[in-house]
């Protein structure tokens, strides 16, 4: 199945095997596991839990959304824009350059068109219609944050895409020829072409994989993003580590945090932070705090709006600055207002028989199942 990509293999693999990362034939995290993060008490969710268990999973309607072409037409007022455009992908306007991260717009976070979580809330925008963007970013090679048929469709442009060590075998598998793939290290930069932009690589807490026997083969990443007048840090996929002092001391202060809320459970909560551990995390990295990485998958046990409500809970709590824009709401984070809980008018609303999930990721034909 193409869809699962690929190994790394020559000068790649080379360059992987030097990494000071690559310990015993894989990649590890280097800094250990703060106490507590990981309940042992608690089981891990069966295949059975994910298919039938918990409740509201997914919101019983649609999720009120914006179509963001008419102000991406402007520039923004503050030279810092982004864009939430579901889980983790997100736009990124800074200063006259356009970076899109971890771009999904597949029907499902699987290998799979058939099985496997599926999206329950459409991109407020169509692929065909995004505007020309400078950069794709890629944080790791998770069904969630790299996806085929999208990476399929970018293929066929001119795009440059910058990621972890390693993933790039997967996309040159996948038709993006290796001229047009950088890949980085954790503290390694590269500047966006044709611009004053910098991206670097920094730690995350997680893992890698696609399949049953790529476990950890290749690497996973922060991404700080930086311009001569602004800067922001996206998370990826992470669980709490203290390496975020060392990112704000390297790569800050920052303008814009996008950490990860969502997808958290007790069993695994070493690799992914959940609200409470994420205000944690802005409380070391500093700047306007954008939860991502919920709202659009069921990938754990807790209710679809639970780590909304929780963040909004805590925060006060820590006195971060949210911003939580409705999907597809271009909004800067040196504008940013009170945040307004648009998520609990779902529950008032009903999903149509057909189901919202169904053909929710309103691709143009050529970037649909199969692509092959």
């Given at each position: 199945?193409?869809s699962?990509?690929?190994r790394?293999e020559g000068?790649?693999l080379?360059?992987?095997?030097?990494s000071?990362?690559w310990v015993?034939?894989?990649f590890?995290n280097?800094h250990?596991i703060?106490?507590?993060?990981?309940?042992?008490?608690?089981p891990m969710p069966?295949?059975?839990?994910?298919?039938f268990?918990g409740?509201?999973?997914?919101?019983?309607?649609?999720?009120?959304s914006?179509n963001?072409?008419?102000t991406?037409?402007?520039?923004?007022?503050s030279?810092?824009r982004?864009?939430?455009?579901?889980?983790?992908?997100?736009?990124?306007?800074?200063d006259?350059?356009?970076i899109?991260?971890?771009?999904?717009w597949?029907?499902r976070?699987s290998?799979?068109?058939?099985v496997?979580?599926k999206r329950?809330?459409?991109?407020?925008?169509?692929?065909?219609k995004m505007?020309?963007?400078?950069?794709v970013?890629?944080?790791?090679?998770h069904?969630?944050?790299l996806d085929?048929?999208?990476i399929?469709a970018?293929?066929k442009?001119?795009?440059?895409?910058?990621?972890?060590?390693?993933?790039?075998a997967h996309?040159?598998?996948?038709g993006v020829?290796?001229e047009?793939i950088?890949?980085l290290?954790w503290?390694?930069?590269?500047?966006?072409?044709?611009s004053?932009?910098?991206?670097?690589a920094a730690?995350?807490q997680?893992?890698s994989g696609r399949g049953?026997?790529?476990r950890?083969a290749t690497?996973?990443?922060s991404?700080?993003?930086?311009?001569?007048k602004h800067?922001?840090?996206?998370?990826?996929?992470?669980?709490l580590?203290?390496e975020y002092?060392?990112i704000?001391?390297k790569l800050g202060p920052?303008?814009?945090v996008?950490?990860e809320i969502?997808?958290f459970?007790?069993s695994?909560?070493?690799?992914?932070l959940?609200?409470?551990?994420a205000?944690?995390?802005h409380?070391m990295?500093g700047?306007?705090?954008?939860p991502v990485?919920?709202?659009?998958f069921?990938l754990?046990?807790h209710a679809?709006?639970?780590p909304?409500?929780r963040?909004?809970e805590f925060?006060?709590q820590?006195?971060a600055?949210?911003?939580?824009?409705l999907l597809?709401?271009?909004?800067?984070?040196?504008?940013?207002e009170?945040?307004?809980?648009?998520w609990r008018g779902?529950?008032?609303?009903e999903?149509?028989?057909?189901?919202a999930?169904?053909?929710?990721v309103?691709l143009?034909a050529s970037?649909?199942?199969p692509?092959?």
């Amino acid at each position: 199945m193409k869809s699962l990509g690929t190994r790394a293999e020559g000068a790649r693999l080379e360059r992987i095997k030097a990494s000071p990362l690559w310990v015993n034939d894989r990649f590890q995290n280097v800094h250990p596991i703060l106490p507590h993060l990981r309940d042992s008490s608690v089981p891990m969710p069966s295949i059975k839990d994910f298919m039938f268990g918990g409740e509201r999973r997914v919101p019983p309607g649609p999720l009120p959304s914006m179509n963001p072409l008419s102000t991406w037409e402007r520039k923004p007022q503050s030279g810092l824009r982004v864009t939430w455009l579901g889980h983790s992908t997100m736009l990124i306007e800074i200063d006259g350059v356009r970076i899109l991260t971890d771009p999904v717009w597949g029907p499902r976070a699987s290998p799979s068109a058939l099985v496997g979580p599926k999206r329950f809330q459409p991109v407020p925008i169509t692929l065909r219609k995004m505007p020309p963007v400078d950069v794709v970013v890629i944080s790791h090679d998770h069904y969630d944050h790299l996806d085929y048929p999208t990476i399929r469709a970018l293929a066929k442009t001119r795009v440059p895409f910058v990621t972890s060590l390693g993933v790039g075998a997967h996309l040159e598998y996948w038709g993006v020829q290796p001229e047009r793939i950088t890949e980085l290290e954790w503290w390694d930069s590269c500047p966006v072409p044709n611009s004053d932009v910098v991206l670097s690589a920094a730690p995350s807490q997680h893992f890698s994989g696609r399949g049953f026997k790529d476990r950890n083969a290749t690497l996973w990443s922060s991404i700080a993003i930086r311009s001569p007048k602004h800067s922001v840090f996206f998370s990826g996929d992470t669980g709490l580590t203290t390496e975020y002092r060392s990112i704000r001391e390297k790569l800050g202060p920052f303008d814009l945090v996008m950490l990860e809320i969502g997808a958290f459970h007790p069993s695994w909560g070493d690799i992914h932070l959940g609200p409470e551990n994420a205000l944690k995390a802005h409380a070391m990295l500093g700047g306007v705090f954008m939860p991502v990485h919920w709202g659009t998958f069921a990938l754990a046990m807790h209710a679809w709006d639970q780590p909304a409500e929780r963040l909004l809970e805590f925060a006060p709590q820590t006195g971060a600055q949210l911003l939580m824009p409705l999907l597809g709401q271009p909004v800067e984070p040196a504008h940013a207002e009170a945040v307004e809980p648009w998520w609990r008018g779902v529950e008032n609303s009903e999903r149509p028989p057909s189901s919202a999930t169904e053909g929710a990721v309103s691709l143009p034909a050529s970037v649909q199942w199969p692509l092959d």
